[in-house]
């Protein structure tokens, strides 16, 4: 389940920006694993709407997360045209983030703060 407000206008023109970030809890076995995804931009460029999201993992448990994945919805159908730091694909409305091998163990007490993807859509996008 997501929490938070979604702070974005949506507004069509060149130079559109906003942020929002909605957060979500996973768990794995008897690990807790928080899920933080911010909005930090939106633009257009020829008539498609680009918006940047970066991606923080936080591991409140006493335990080693290993192997985690996630799997965001979107309120539009999206494609990838730029990630970093983690092995990142779109389908329809969903975007999967994977680790990459660096990232694919988060100790305990520890946080992912360095995965990001920009999606490319005929619309502004929000989280659902």
Known sequence: MYTGKDTVDDKNSQGTSGSSEKTAELKSGDNELEVSLRQSNTWNSDGMVFTQFDLTL????????????????????????????????????????????YHATIQAGESVKDIGFIVKSGGVVKQK
């Open 58 to 101: 936080t591991n409140h448990s006493d335990q080693p997360v290993t192997g985690w994945s996630e799997v965001l919805n979107f309120t539009k159908e999206v494609s990838i045209d730029q990630s970093w730091n983690g092995d990142i694909s779109a389908s329809g409305n969903t975007v999967t983030v994977k680790p990459e091998q």
